[in-house]
């Protein structure tokens, strides 16, 4: 991946880690991008720079790219001699690499990859391979055979036993062999494990196994007793080391970041078995997924991607760092630090003192492979393939480039600030650029003039999106260090939005969600369904803002709205209504008259009994007003559907008796009957079946058969603006 892929990925992603802070200032809120953490530091591109753990970033430790390799993946590396040898794929080719970047090829074995490679002090090469696991040993200067065959798919790790013996770490029925001199091996532990994907041999003579499916470190003594160190929740071990005071160390990795597709190992995690009798478990190395992930993720599991746990000499078991979006694929413990391969981005820590440190970041997507050297650490990279080594000293210059930083609309940039120190003779230089796309691209403006200074104002176009670029130069003192930057920033003000204005039904009104009514009164929706009287009942909770309830209130009426501003900004509201004539036309002279003002919340109830029956509009003005400027404040309008108000019950135009039902007929002037029910005798409301079915009108016929009891007879009617009224009928009808 390219520096340019590696900066559009990062600013994909950044959104999760760039605080953004308010001032309070007149016009638009002024915002901040700030960048103050490891982290956010590393959503940028880092070129001849590192990071720590605290945020700090200045010149790296030195770093010189060896040799590029024709291979298009390295997969192992090992230290041989004054150089290294290599064990590549797709052509299951052994290379030797010296210390002056020459490579050989030493051997291409008929199988396609090269999982582990080892080498002898006396120059003798032993290189194992996949997916039909061999075991080559390749003598100095001379032709590689077949040293080993487990009957194997994978030969994941070697190592070297107390007793000289070569151990050889297998997958997929998991077993580790001990080879003698001769090629004779036999099986020194079979894991209940579908691979022994790890090993590390302990200055005691005991081994240390690392297993992926169930995720397992163990330790097995020269008594071929085994325990178990610890049962990771992520299924693969993919690396082990240790370091002098008896601390050992692995890298964990989950499954979508493993080699080893763990989507069919069974539940337990032990072997799983094909009809065939072979594993099923497969591993992808081709193509674009070659050293990437093929694995899925179990069902439930959480957490990291990758980890690196530290295993003390008394069996404490402790996380020194996660890795939320980066895979570790190798460990190395060298001159009192940790050191750490990561990919998706090719990344290089190293783990002291508690704190994790970028020590480079290369154009290849993997850093597969650590190996010791002088002053620093060696290191193989993959996609593409590569060999680089730690030299002595610093990077004399670096540059950091941010992410595209997102606006989140047109914005004119401010003023960037930085803190840090710069030592006699050293430089920090800034540069800029803006645009509207968010990739850079030919349509952002050029890089502005480096420049110097704790506060710079920036003389940039405005955009959508702005980059920031830190050239730092070495001096007397040593790196430059800058550990926090700063760049303000203001939208263009843009206007607000209002998705959605409505009534709620007549009556219903909306209040905060601790509302007490205290001494008011608020009617029930609907009447007691045992008898007459009608009682309070809870409101339903359906409503979709939890912040307020729905109570009823009778004459009330409430508008609600949905309104947004594209620039964050608080909104307040004004209300205006106009009556509208039987016509048609506008009343009041065409006019809007005021309901509400500065209203703060995204709804208004109103005692509609203050306006006389019938129809009418409403408008809702949102204004930004209070985050802006008069001048630069802008607003939103939106006018509502009619609205009836309709405070008169329905009314009883006359009853007649038809056998032994009544015939009832009833009209509104305004809104649709909704409701009608009867009682005898003061028991429970019973419904009223309209003549055509359905109460939808203006005007309905209601057929009521109260029995031959006689006494009472009530007929109530609600309309659709809940007026309620009850009419006797108990002298019956014509």
């Known amino acids: 991946m390219t520096k340019g892929a590696k900066a559009r990925r990062a600013a994909a992603v950044f959104s999760t ?40 970033m200045q010149l790296a430790p030195r770093v010189e790219r060896v040799a590029s390799l024709g291979e298009p993946f390295v997969l192992s590396a090992a230290v041989s001699g004054d150089g290294w040898v ?30 582990a490679v080892w080498a002898d002090p006396d120059g003798t090469v032993y290189a194992g391979t996949s997916p039909r696991g061999k075991v080559y040993r390749i003598p100095r200067g001379g032709k590689g055979e077949v040293f080993f065959d487990p009957g194997e798919t994978y030969i994941w790790a070697f190592g070297r036993a107390a007793d000289g013996a070569l151990l050889v770490a297998t997958g997929t029925q998991g077993k580790l062999f001990k080879v003698g001199g001769q090629g004779r091996g036999e099986v020194l532990y079979d894991s209940e494990d579908t691979h022994v994907r790890s090993l590390a ?65 069974g539940s337990s995690g032990s072997k799983t078995q094909g009809e065939s009798g072979e594993a099923t478990v497969t591993v992808t190395v081709t193509g674009e997924t070659a050293a990437t992930s093929t694995g899925t993720r179990k069902e439930g599991t959480a957490g990291p991607r990758s980890q690196v746990l530290s295993l003390s000499s008394t069996g404490l078991v402790e996380s020194l760092w996660s890795f939320s979006d980066e895979t570790v694929y190798d460990l190395l413990w060298r001159e009192g630090r940790l050191w750490v391969a990561t990919g998706l981005e090719g990344k ?97 403006s050029a890089w502005s003039q480096p420049q110097e200074g704790r506060e710079l104002r920036l003389d940039v176009p405005r955009g959508r999106y702005i980059q920031w670029r830190a050239q730092l130069r070495s001096g007397q003192g040593g790196s ?62 359906d409503d979709d803002r939890s912040r307020t309830k729905p109570l009823w209130k009778k004459g009330f009426r409430t508008l609600r709205w949905t309104a947004s501003d ?34 703060g919340q995204d709804y208004y109830s ?13 408008r809702l003005v949102a204004s930004d007003r209070a985050a802006n400027e008069p001048e630069s404040a802008l607003a939103a309008e939106r006018v509502s559907d009619p609205v009836v108000i309709d405070h008169t019950t329905p009314v009883l135009v006359g009853v007649q008796r038809d056998g032994a039902r009544l015939r009832a007929t009833v009209r509104d002037a305004a809104s649709p009957i909704r409701e009608a029910v009867y009682s005898v005798d003061a028991a429970e409301w019973k419904p009223v079946r309209s003549t055509d079915g359905l109460l939808d009108g203006l005007t309905e016929t209601l057929l009521i058969e109260p029995g031959t009891s006689g006494g009472l007879l009530l007929l109530r009617v609600t309309d659709a603006s809940y007026n309620v009224v009850t009419f006797d009928l108990s002298a019956g009808g014509k």
Not at 92 to 100: E, P
């Open 348 to 444: 290089v820590y190293s783990y002291a003192d508690g704190q994790m440190l970028l020590e480079k970041d290369v154009d290849e997507r993997q850093v597969v492979s650590l190996l010791p050297g002088e002053p620093g650490p060696a290191f193989a990279t993959t996609n593409a393939a590569a060999f680089y080594r730690v030299t002595a000293g610093v990077e004399q210059a670096g540059t950091y480039t941010s992410a595209a930083l997102d606006a989140g609309q047109v914005s004119r940039f401010g003023t960037f600030r930085w803190l840090g120190e710069t030592p006699a003779g050293g430089a920090a230089r800034f540069s800029f650029r803006s645009g509207v796309s968010a990739d850079p691209d030919r349509t952002w």
């Open 17 to 56: 880690v760039l605080f953004i802070a308010g001032l309070p200032v007149q016009g638009t809120e002024t915002r901040i991008f700030q960048t103050q953490s490891q982290t956010a530091f590393l959503a940028g591109t880092l070129e001849g720079v590192s990071v720590d753990s605290l945020g700090r």
């Open 86 to 115: 290599v064990g590549t794929g797709n052509a299951g080719k052994v290379l030797r690499v010296d210390s002056k970047g020459k490579v050989t090829e030493l051997f291409a074995a008929p199988e396609p990859e090269v999982f």
């Open 480 to 541: 430059p260090l800058l550990y926090g930057a700063e760049l303000s920033y203001r939208q263009e003000n843009m206007s607000p939005k209002i998705q959605v204005l409505s009534a709620l039904d007549a009556g219903q009104i909306l209040v905060p969600a601790n509302f007490n009514p205290s001494n008011q009164v608020y009617e029930p929706a609907h009447p007691n369904r045992e008898g007459i009287f009608t009682t309070l009942e809870p409101s339903s909770d």
């Open 566 to 599: 594209p620039n964050g900004d608080e909104l307040d509201y004004e209300l205006w209504f106009q009556p509208v004539l039987p016509t048609g036309d506008v009343g009041a002279g065409g006019k809007w008259l005021a309901v509400a003002k500065d209203i």
């Open 606 to 618: 109103f005692d509609a009994t203050a306006l006389p029956d019938g129809t009418y509009r409403f």
């Open 201 to 265: 041999v302990l200055p005691d003579g005991d081994v240390l196994l690392g297993t992926a499916g169930e995720g397992l470190i163990l330790r097995l003594g020269k008594d071929g007793a085994v325990r178990t160190l610890y049962d990771a929740s992520e299924p693969e071990i993919v690396s082990l080391t240790s370091g002098p005071d008896g601390t050992c160390y692995a890298g964990v990795v989950s499954s979508e970041a493993s080699l080893v597709d763990l989507s069919k190992t």
